[in-house]
Structure formats: C-alpha cells, structure tokens
C-alpha cells in the first residue's frame, strides 16, 4: 500500500533554530570535526597499551572501522532530514519522544563529561610544563579554560569559525610534523617488543578496547551543527566523511610511531603526553617543555565539545523538555549563552569531583562512553528506521555500505557498552 503525506508527517520536528545559520564550507565542518576529536590522539589512548600493542592495533582498527560506519549512516541520514540537536532529534523521530529526551540527555551528559577530563588533562599538562603551578591553583586553571572558550563561543559568527580553522590547522600541523619528524628514529622491531604483543589475553584486550574511542570519538557531534549552517544536506555530509576518513589516517600514523619509537610499548600506558617523547628526541627539548606542542589540541577538544552540548541542550529547551531560559538566543550574536554557560558549569563541579573523589574519577571515561555508545546505537536504530520507511526521500548522499554499516557499526556499539558496563 502506497505512503500517503499524511503518514510521513512524524518525521517533521519542529524546533525553533538552534543558531542564525551561517555560510560554512565542508571545509569548515571539516575544520570543526577535527577541533572536537583530536586531541585525543595526542594523549589518553596510550592506556590501553597496556593490553599489548596487538590488542590496542585489533581495538583501534576495530573502533575506527564502527566510526566510520556511523559516519557513513549518519551523514546519509543528514543529507536527507538534517534534525536539529543531533542524535536527540533522530531518536525523538524514530523513537519516541521520551526516548529522544533519554538519548539527548546520554549525549550531552557525555559530551560534559568529557570536556570536564580534557580541562583536568589540560591542567596536568601546564603543571608538567610550569612546575610552579600547584594543585591548589588548578581549579583556577579550569576556570579560565572554560572562560576563554565559552566567551569565543558566545561571539560565535565569523570570530568562531576563524578560531576553529585555525586550531584544526594547527592540530593537524604537529600531529604531522610529529609522526613524520619521528620517521627516522622508528625501530619497530626494538620498541615494540614481542613481549609486549600481547598481554593478559583476550580478557585485558576486552576491558582496555574502548580506550580506542579516544581516536575518534566526538565526530558524531558534527550533526548537532543542523541548525547553525546553510545547506546542511550538503555542507555537513561532505566534511563529516572527510574528517571520519582523515582521522582514521592520523590515528594509524600516530599508532605506528609511538609504538615504534622511545621510550617503547611497554613504557607508553602511564605517559600524559603520548608526544612528548618523540619532541625530545627530535629536536632536543626538556621533556617538560615539549608539552608546550600538546596544548593547543587539548584547547581544540575542550572548545569543540562545548559547542555540541550546548547544541543538544539548546534543542532540549527548544522542545520545552529543560527550562526555556536555557534556549534563549543573545541579541546581538546570535548564539545561546545560556546553554553554553549552564553546560559548562556542571562541567566545572565535575572537574572537582573527578579530582577529589577518585572511584569517579577511575569511571569517568567508562562512564562518558556508555553514555557515547547508547547514543551512537540509538542513531543506528535511527538509520536503519529511516532506510526503511523513507528510502523514497531524496538525498544528497548515500552510504555505499548501506544497511550493512549500520549494521557493523551497531555490533561494535554493542560489544563496547558490554565492556564498559562490565
């Protein structure tokens, strides 16, 4: 029996702009994918090391590929009905409304969460830089982190995209002049000793395996930008898949040179700074001092994942499912303050928690990622929802992997949220 208008009507979401859209390019939504997820390249993802370097390679092609596949989804699913608030507004769709309000929640908890462990990380970066920097003055550190870029993000306009493009250039910049510098001193034979294969078997390999999320994760939040650019059937498509595919290129390069260089495999798990090493080697610098080379990606990170929580929750209150106030638009710039402000300061308790109570400390990245993993499944669920009842929609781009990649992506999503609930 044929469709009528009538019974496509659910899919319309009405939810008042998140933003005045701007003109972006795929370049600008590259930019911005970029911002949000690499600096987890550049520290964190060493931990799961500890498993030996097969398990972490198995766990990071793993993951990647399970990114990838959402990306493809996800962008397909954007070409063809952008839904404002990302993953909330797909799930409201296909879900229900009080599944939507579950899943916007789960994301932009997990998005806090995370900004909440960079700005520790970005802290313990400057003390290993600046020695002189005590505990005691870390929560000021915090703060101005969560200053600077809540109040760039709060002009927004042409001042936002400006700092975006130039932190993802920057980034991306060291990350090459990184794994390229290092080239010559990489002994993959010496570093990554058969030894430190593979360590605790297939038990240690599960528990460690969403550790290589850290290379990717945040990429997803591209989508929540529906609102804020023109054209997003055809700008957000072309730069998420750029960027899932760029990220997934670093990642292996970063991956093969750290544990192909000093201070070898088995030391990696417990450095801050995965970088740091290689700076020293190359071009003879204190070992503190070549933190100075991970400060900006970690700013990047910090500053990205601000912009998509305070996205969802602007959707949130758009829907009338938080307090209007929180969706309430700044008269000049155009941007959500309100949003932005009320985010970051459940950020900045947590980033007190974290530090002073460690069991939740310990949990956190388990606790960021089960989150990550119910939505990124929920968005799965999505595509496949949509494939199947409005495969006649027209659209811009199509996933040349199909069902077949939600279907991959929704194994890997599973097999994670087990680990890190386990």
Same mark, same amino acid.
Request: glycine share 8%; aromatic share 16%; hydrophobic share 50%.
């Given at each position: 029996?044929?469709?009528?208008?009538?019974?496509?009507?659910?899919?319309?979401?009405?939810?008042?702009?998140?933003?005045?859209?701007?003109?972006?390019?795929?370049?600008?939504?590259?930019?911005?994918?970029?911002?949000?997820?690499?600096?987890?390249?550049?520290?964190?993802?060493?931990?799961?090391?500890?498993?030996?370097?097969?398990?972490?390679?198995?766990?990071?092609?793993?993951?990647?590929?399970?990114?990838?596949?959402?990306?493809?989804?996800?962008?397909?699913?954007?070409?063809?009905?952008?839904?404002?608030?990302?993953?909330?507004?797909?799930?409201?769709?296909?879900?229900?409304?009080?599944?939507?309000?579950?899943?916007?929640?789960?994301?932009?908890?997990?998005?806090?969460?995370?900004?909440?462990?960079?700005?520790?990380?970005?802290?313990?970066?400057?003390?290993?830089?600046?020695?002189?920097?005590?505990?005691?003055?870390?929560?000021?550190?915090?703060?101005?982190?969560?200053?600077?870029?809540?109040?760039?993000?709060?002009?927004?306009?042409?001042?936002?995209?400006?700092?975006?493009?130039?932190?993802?250039?920057?980034?991306?910049?060291?990350?090459?002049?990184?794994?390229?510098?290092?080239?010559?001193?990489?002994?993959?034979?010496?570093?990554?000793?058969?030894?430190?294969?593979?360590?605790?078997?297939?038990?240690?390999?599960?528990?460690?395996?969403?550790?290589?999320?850290?290379?990717?994760?945040?990429?997803?939040?591209?989508?929540?930008?529906?609102?804020?650019?023109?054209?997003?059937?055809?700008?957000?498509?072309?730069?998420?898949?750029?960027?899932?595919?760029?990220?997934?290129?670093?990642?292996?390069?970063?991956?093969?040179?750290?544990?192909?260089?000093?201070?070898?495999?088995?030391?990696?798990?417990?450095?801050?700074?995965?970088?740091?090493?290689?700076?020293?080697?190359?071009?003879?610098?204190?070992?503190?001092?070549?933190?100075?080379?991970?400060?900006?990606?970690?700013?990047?990170?910090?500053?990205?994942?601000?912009?998509?929580?305070?996205?969802?929750?602007?959707?949130?209150?758009?829907?009338?499912?938080?307090?209007?106030?929180?969706?309430?638009?700044?008269?000049?710039?155009?941007?959500?303050?309100?949003?932005?402000?009320?985010?970051?300061?459940?950020?900045?308790?947590?980033?007190?928690?974290?530090?002073?109570?460690?069991?939740?400390?310990?949990?956190?990245?388990?606790?960021?990622?089960?989150?990550?993993?119910?939505? /990124?499944?929920?968005?799965?669920?999505?595509?496949?929802?949509?494939?199947?009842?409005?495969?006649?929609?027209?659209?811009?781009?199509?996933?040349?992997?199909?069902?077949?990649?939600?279907?991959?992506?929704?194994?890997?999503?599973?097999?994670?949220?087990?680990?890190?609930? /386990?």
């Amino acid at each position: 029996m044929k469709r009528t208008a009538k019974a496509q009507a659910p899919l319309v979401i009405s939810i008042p702009l998140i933003a005045k859209p701007t003109k972006a390019s795929p370049f600008d939504i590259w930019a911005l994918g970029i911002t949000i997820v690499i600096g987890g390249q550049y520290f964190s993802w060493n931990a799961g090391l500890v498993a030996g370097v097969r398990s972490n390679a198995a766990a990071l092609v793993f993951m990647g590929s399970g990114y990838i596949c959402l990306m493809l989804s996800m962008s397909e699913m954007t070409s063809t009905l952008p839904f404002a608030g990302g993953a909330y507004g797909l799930s409201r769709c296909c879900l229900g409304y009080f599944s939507g309000f579950v899943i916007g929640c789960c994301e932009a908890l997990q998005y806090i969460a995370y900004v909440s462990t960079s700005t520790i990380s970005f802290g313990q970066m400057l003390q290993q830089m600046i020695p002189s920097i005590s505990n005691d003055l870390l929560p000021l550190v915090w703060f101005i982190v969560y200053f600077v870029a809540v109040g760039i993000l709060i002009v927004g306009g042409r001042t936002f995209w400006l700092v975006n493009r130039f932190l993802a250039v920057l980034s991306t910049a060291i990350v090459l002049f990184y794994c390229i510098g290092c080239l010559p001193n990489v002994d993959f034979n010496r570093y990554a000793s058969t030894s430190t294969m593979m360590v605790g078997g297939f038990s240690l390999f599960f528990k460690t395996m969403p550790l290589a999320a850290w290379f990717f994760v945040g990429i997803e939040a591209l989508n929540t930008l529906c609102n804020m650019v023109e054209d997003p059937k055809i700008v957000i498509p072309k730069g998420q898949v750029s960027c899932i595919l760029t990220l997934f290129a670093t990642g292996i390069f970063v991956f093969f040179v750290a544990v192909s260089s000093s201070p070898g495999a088995a030391n990696l798990p417990t450095v801050i700074t995965v970088f740091n090493p290689g700076f020293v080697t190359m071009l003879g610098i204190s070992y503190d001092f070549a933190t100075i080379f991970s400060i900006p990606a970690t700013f990047a990170t910090i500053f990205g994942f601000i912009l998509a929580y305070a996205n969802i929750l602007t959707a949130l209150a758009h829907s009338k499912l938080l307090p209007a106030w929180i969706g309430r638009t700044h008269p000049r710039f155009h941007t959500h303050p309100y949003a932005l402000i009320f985010g970051s300061a459940i950020g900045y308790l947590m980033c007190y928690l974290v530090t002073y109570v460690p069991i939740l400390g310990a949990e956190m990245f388990n606790i960021c990622m089960f989150f990550g993993f119910s939505s /990124y499944l929920a968005q799965c669920v999505g595509y496949l929802y949509l494939k199947h009842n409005f495969s006649h929609l027209p659209r811009n781009f199509a996933s040349p992997l199909g069902r077949f990649g939600a279907y991959y992506a929704s194994v890997v999503w599973v097999v994670n949220w087990i680990s890190v609930s /386990y």
